[in-house]
């Protein structure tokens, strides 16, 4: 049977032109118009070939499924093995909301029904239905919560059309969709003899001419919607991880975005620096450079593996930065000295402490005489002299003889004469120029860090603007600036310029309060294209889902995450993310400390078993749906619907230790972020 439905219908008389257009003008037009070809002769298919179960429209085969049953119960985002289905398809859905009044009166009338069966099966001696029991329960519990208001009632119906290029392909893909909606206890059903009004119903012009549809209360009917992010694949960039909705790798390169900027938050052991470290490896063999400012040593050997260069701070090492040092470029019509001024404002805040009007313009002057004392003034040509030191502008204060001056003479004595000399009154003794650059803070009193961290930071950025090149400035435990209102102001300034030097700044923190405290923490989330929320802690998971507007079930996941799991954000797309890493890599970025005894050769104690590696399920989305939100399904088409409660959490299997003997070392406890490293021989 074949038919032609874009064939051109004769206009009925009362739509005939001739009513509105004169009859002079009607033969001149007509023969013009049916010698032209219009837009449905350029979009129809040749022919259609309709059958008993499927069409055949041109070269392409399709056939169309109805949902005819619903599991009783379902976990949220229930769909999403359809949408990231691996072939084409077509699905369409239809809501139909329902006048609250008659449910009621048809829930009462069921309700009474169903007491009434269960009543006589009770004075007969029989055994209770559980089928109607289940159903009685579903009914009541819905039928307050439509009293409430809680609720309301809807008609759902969902039809799935698959294409294809020959009948064999189509039947081959029914049956995987099928077995696909099957383990969800979905039943679908072929449109036998209905094939075309099952076909125009999946057609985007919102008509069902099924009308196959499933009683549906609004939480049950919200797990339908496909909140799903499928990939978030490029063709360019670095891998990041393994997509926990579908399997699938996330490339991506952070540099095609508008800016280049990432934020990390985390609870302490997550795996944000083990991420981190990953990403900063891979971005490191497709040629970018890359500084990161290192608080606890965890950047060593990596750095080492890779030939970088490891600079320590502190008060014996031989590296130092002068803090009033200017990056010596001459550009013309640039005046590089009033931003450095402004910045050692920032700098000696940090150092002093809060300051008055009067110290703050005292400050300003001391600093302009320290420079002009070295023959640096205003004019940018004289700003390539040998820059001032703390101990200039000591001497500086200390001639302005006036109270103020000595006051703040005093605050920084003890960085030129006292205690704290040695650490940031030198020349600057090092240079960038290896493509692995990490600056370690370990060595360095823990009051001195955010003072040390500001005057890396400020180091680093004079010198990225010598030269325009692909970097990326790694800051772990950013927390440390971020609770100081200047440097905080800092990092947001490099944050907002990064993208003019071709740079990518990564923000690391685990205290996520510190961070958001301050406006600057939102505005430099605010300028980071890529986020990046892994295992957060209940105290500051609120304060992140306010931030983030987050979903319920994106808290819960956060909450329950693994080491190495979280949420991968990339503009307006996010997914479910695992970090993974090659064993050569895991050896180089990992920092557990067995792990880091056993490749330093040291035995681990033998009081510690080693510990087991536990294995994430291989199909994350059906053993492990994203909890987006609470809801259920009922089995029967005549019966209403419950809310469930979340699903249950899975316990990942263990993997058995392996058997070692007398002559091998006991295989090492893995940490990487759900990857299982292979025991040394």
């Not at 009770?122 to 519990?141: C, F, M, N, Y």
């Not at 209360?217 to 360019?236: G, K, R, V, Y």
């Not at 009033?324 to 402490?353: C, Q, R, T, W």
């Not at 892994?534 to 507007?549: E, G, L, N, R, Y």
């Amino acid at each position: 049977m074949k038919l032609n439905p874009f064939a051109k219908k004769t206009p009925s008389p009362a739509a005939s032109p001739e009513a509105v257009i004169p009859s002079t003008n009607l033969s001149s037009v007509s023969p013009l118009s049916r010698g032209l070809v219009s837009v449905q002769d350029v979009i129809a298919p040749p022919a259609i070939d309709v059958d008993f179960s499927h069409l055949k429209i041109g070269n392409t085969y399709v056939r169309t499924l109805f949902v005819a049953g619903y599991p009783r119960y379902v976990s949220a985002n229930w769909l999403s093995p359809l949408i990231n289905f691996e072939q084409s398809l077509l699905a369409s859905m239809f809501i139909y909301p329902v006048e609250g009044k008659s449910i009621l009166d048809d829930l009462r009338r069921k309700v009474a029904e169903m007491e009434a069966e269960i009543a006589t099966d009770i004075q007969r001696g029989k055994v209770v239905d559980p089928g109607t029991q289940a159903k009685l329960e579903d009914a009541q519990s819905l039928q307050a919560q439509l009293v409430k208001g809680a609720e309301r009632f809807f008609q759902f119906g969902l039809y799935i059309t698959i294409p294809a290029t020959s009948l064999a392909e189509l039947d081959q893909i029914t049956k995987e969709v099928v077995a696909t909606l099957g383990s969800l206890l979905i039943i679908a059903k072929t449109a036998v003899l209905q094939m075309e009004d099952a076909f125009k119903t999946t057609t985007p012009v919102c008509i069902d001419h099924l009308m196959v549809t499933r009683n549906m209360d609004t939480t049950s009917l919200a797990t339908t919607f496909p909140f799903t992010s499928s990939e978030l694949s490029s063709s360019e960039g670095i891998m990041y991880g393994i997509n926990e909705h579908n399997g699938s790798l996330v490339i991506f390169d952070r540099f095609s975005m508008e800016n280049a900027n990432m934020v990390v938050f985390a609870k302490s052991g997550a795996g944000k620096s083990y991420s981190v470290k990953l990403e900063a490896l891979r971005y490191l063999m497709f040629g970018a450079e890359i500084i990161a400012i290192d608080p606890e040593a965890e950047y060593k050997n990596l750095c080492e593996a890779v030939g970088g260069q490891y600079i320590t701070f502190g008060f014996n090492s031989p590296a130092k930065i002068n803090p009033f040092d200017l990056s010596a470029v001459y550009e013309e019509g640039e005046n590089e000295l009033p931003a450095k001024i402004l910045s050692l404002h920032s700098l000696f805040k940090i150092i002093m402490g809060n300051l008055t009007a009067s110290e703050e313009a005292v400050l300003d002057r001391a600093l302009i005489l320290a420079y002009r004392a070295k023959g640096i003034t205003m004019d940018p040509a004289t700003q390539k002299n040998e820059p001032p030191l703390m101990e200039d502008l000591y001497k500086s204060l200390i001639g302005m003889e006036d109270q103020l001056a000595k006051g703040l003479a005093d605050r920084i004595e003890k960085f030129v004469k006292g205690s704290f000399r040695g650490a940031f009154d030198e020349k600057s003794s090092i240079e960038l120029e290896n493509p692995f650059i990490v600056f370690s803070l370990r060595d360095m009193e823990e009051a001195l860090r955010p003072i040390a961290m500001f005057i890396i930071l400020d180091f680093v950025w004079t010198r990225i603007k010598r030269n325009l090149k692909k970097r990326l400035l790694i800051i772990d435990e950013a927390w440390y600036l971020m609770k100081y209102p200047d440097s905080a102001t800092f990092i947001h300034g490099i944050a907002k310029r990064a993208r003019k030097y071709f740079l990518g700044l990564t923000t690391i923190t685990q205290d996520v309060e510190d961070f958001l405290a301050t406006d600057y923490g939102k505005a430099i989330i605010t300028n980071s294209s890529i986020q990046i929320l892994m295992k957060q802690s209940p105290a500051a998971i609120d304060k992140v889902a306010d931030t983030f507007f987050l979903s319920q079930g994106e808290k819960q996941l956060l909450l329950s995450a693994d080491v190495g799991e979280g949420i991968f954000f990339a503009g307006s797309n996010h997914v479910a993310l695992r970090s993974v890493a090659s064993p050569e890599e895991h050896k180089l970025i990992t920092s557990k400390p067995e792990e880091v005894l056993r490749m330093q050769n040291t035995p681990l104690p033998s009081a510690i078993p080693p510990t087991p590696v536990p294995i994430p399920p291989r199909n994350s989305t059906l053993n492990r749906p994203l909890p987006y939100s609470q809801s259920s399904v009922n089995g029967n088409s005549s019966s209403p619907q419950t809310p469930i409660s979340p699903p249950p959490t899975a316990a990942s299997p263990i993997v058995p230790t392996p058997q070692t003997s007398a002559n091998q070392s006991p295989p090492p406890p893995s940490t990487a972020p759900r990857f299982v490293v292979e025991p040394q021989q």
